[in-house]
């Protein structure tokens, strides 16, 4: 059979490349299921079986080498892409080549190596077009942009992933207009331009949604997680990352995993939720040890030291940033060694070790030039290439013009710097010590808001707190057209407990329930105390019926309490009045109509709960 398509080659190349120019359908169904669950891929196809053609091995490799890719695994996946390359000659069946190159190239860009890569996309990119396959093309152009945009060439990626939409738009490709999108909106991310963004991501979570995309599902959110981070929109972008982490441990994407929590830690530790901040970057640590990324290792470990720092822990962030500053080992650190002598002149100043201090803001400053200089070399030596091969004889006095005037503006520029660094290097230790008299001023504040904020016994929000959480989130809910669920909760025959058994049984009660209440919910429900017994909860995105199922599983083991602390002689329930957020845009009258159900519930009998306007049919 292969014989006689090497002779059919003879009669018409371009036959040839329509005939074969596509994977068949076993490969087709693994690079489906690469964009779900790319792990469970990997567990049905290596090792590779050998008894098959060398195409068809060749067509594993490069599924294998997606798959790693998709996890983020990018050793594996260039090792994968090398061993299908192995098997092929790029004469007989130059479709599969390219496809492996793009692979190739692929990982090399995660692995930092992206100009390697360059001629090879570039190539397969030629060939796409001029054998008019437009799969071929679609991938090559994604990889060809996402190369640019790790090369920090962004307006060349959006208009490769811009081609790419139009190409998806006008023709039936398994990469879709919505997959593009979400191309273009890392575009803009990487800009720091999240309303542009968001947009383009929100097309992509809805298209993955409805195909059932788990993986690239996992990343969009991730994404758009991110940019509504930028915007402030704080309790929005957390439950995004917190979807996607779930969703990436689901589908054992470790790595997205440990990138949300990587990013869930940052958003925490402006919350000045520390702990739990430190208790994210120690999984995101463990994971990136895992897959052996040195890149995001430095990030975690930095981030850590930020929280010494800010806990006034200033020996263990130093102990944190010297094993960061083991893995930036190489000119490929040269960003990271910049953030590194960054935060250990903050340390030092922390420790009161000025001088140290000093030393490293001017390293700091050193590494920068340097930096700086690098990527200035790099973009001229992209240009000077792209105008010899592309421009005619005529242009290269232009060009070498142009070289000239940016030559002598970076030597001007270097000029200025030599004649300011004195003065930005008094500049920044002045600085270092503000923002250590800010670091302390902010631990204060967030001290006095914690007081604030949460009930001294119960450790649940305040009524003011919990009115005001209430508030934003019905607002979203109304705005998005989302569920959402208050209920009344309020401990049946407490007065008698506190009559009976005195006040401090009471308060164990209190503190029993509140602490079973912050163990059954999730982190983003509303619980709040607003009476002495009575307690306000608030189910974002959450329906009357799944409210139902919650609260009814909670109020069951609400009477488990007295015996959790010891006071098997109480007997505790718990009545609860429900409704929907759907009733009403104004707090204080959802509250009404949740106590109107709640009075209805202990006119039941207690220990039940009632629903609004269903309050007389239907008993839970």
């Not at 169904?29 to 196809?45: A, C, E, F, Y």
Request: proline share 2%; net charge negative; hydrophobic share 40%.
């Amino acid at each position: 059979m292969f014989s006689l398509i090497l002779l059919l080659s003879a009669y018409s190349e371009s036959v040839f490349a329509r005939a074969l120019t596509d994977w068949p359908e076993p490969i087709l169904k693994s690079l489906k299921g690469v964009r779900d669950n790319p792990r469970q891929v990997l567990d049905q196809i290596l090792p590779p079986n050998n008894t098959k053609t060398a195409i068809d091995e060749a067509g594993q490799h490069f599924v294998a080498s997606r798959a790693y890719s998709s996890l983020i695994l990018h050793n594996k996946a260039l090792e994968q892409a090398e061993q299908g390359l192995a098997l092929l000659e790029h004469d007989q069946q130059p479709w599969l080549f390219h496809y492996l190159q793009l692979a190739q190239a692929e990982a090399l860009k995660g692995l930092g190596r992206a100009r390697e890569a360059e001629l090879q996309v570039a190539q397969a990119i030629r060939w796409a077009r001029h054998n008019d396959s437009a799969e071929l093309l679609a991938y090559a152009l994604s990889v060809a942009g996402y190369m640019n945009l790790t090369l920090s060439e962004t307006d060349k990626a959006l208009g490769r992933f811009q081609e790419g939409y139009r190409l998806a738009q006008d023709n039936a490709l398994r990469l879709s207009p919505a997959d593009f999108s979400g191309m273009i909106a890392l575009v803009y991310e990487y800009r720091d331009e999240p309303a542009l963004a968001i947009p383009y991501f929100e097309e992509a979570q809805a298209y993955y949604e409805k195909h059932q995309r788990r993986l690239e599902l996992a990343n969009t959110m991730f994404g758009l997680g991110r940019s509504y981070l930028k915007l402030n929109k704080q309790q929005v972008g957390l439950e995004l990352l917190v979807k996607s982490a779930r969703l990436a441990v689901n589908i054992k994407d470790i790595q997205g995993a440990a990138y949300s929590y990587q990013q869930i830690s940052e958003v925490l530790i402006e919350r000045g939720n520390l702990d739990e901040a430190g208790s994210y970057l120690v999984d995101a640590l463990r994971l990136f040890e895992e897959a052996k990324n040195p890149y995001q290792q430095i990030g975690v470990l930095l981030a850590q030291a930020r929280i010494g720092l800010i806990e006034g822990a200033a020996p263990l962030a130093l102990e944190r940033i010297e094993a960061a500053q083991l893995l930036a080992d190489g000119d490929a650190f040269l960003p990271h060694k910049v953030q590194i002598s960054k935060l250990k002149a903050e340390v030092f100043a922390a420790l009161g070790e000025y001088r140290e201090a000093y030393q490293l803001i001017l390293t700091m400053l050193a590494d920068e030039r340097r930096l700086q200089q690098e990527q200035n070399s790099q973009r001229l030596i992209k240009l000077k290439t792209a105008f010899e091969t592309e421009q005619q004889r005529s242009q290269n006095a232009l060009l070498q013009e142009q070289n000239l005037r940016q030559k002598a503006e970076l030597e001007s520029e270097r000029k200025q710097r030599g004649y300011t660094a004195i003065v930005v290097t008094l500049l920044a230790v002045i600085c270092l010590l503000l923002m250590w008299q800010h670091q302390i001023s902010k631990r204060h504040q967030r001290k006095y808001e914690t007081l604030a904020n949460k009930d001294g016994l119960t450790g649940l929000l305040t009524r003011r707190k919990t009115l005001e959480d209430v508030g934003q989130q019905l607002n979203l809910a109304h705005r998005h057209n989302e569920y959402m669920t208050l209920a009344l909760l309020d401990l049946d025959h407490f007065k008698h407990i506190n009559d009976t058994w005195g006040h401090q049984a009471g308060d164990d009660i209190l503190r029993g329930f509140s602490a079973l209440a912050n163990k059954s919910f999730r982190g983003t429900d509303i619980l709040g105390r607003i009476g002495g017994e009575e307690f306000l909860f608030a189910f974002p995105h959450t329906s009357i019926d799944d409210a139902v199922k919650l609260l009814n599983r909670f109020r069951e083991i609400v009477k488990d309490v007295p015996a959790r602390i010891g006071r098997e002689d109480i007997t505790l329930s718990v009545s609860i009045g429900l409704v929907s957020g759907d009733e009403s845009e104004d707090t204080a009258q959802l509250m009404n109509l949740a106590d109107e159900a709640l009075y209805v519930a202990k006119a039941a009998g207690r220990d039940c709960i009632r629903v609004y306007q269903q309050a007389v049919a239907r008993t839970s």
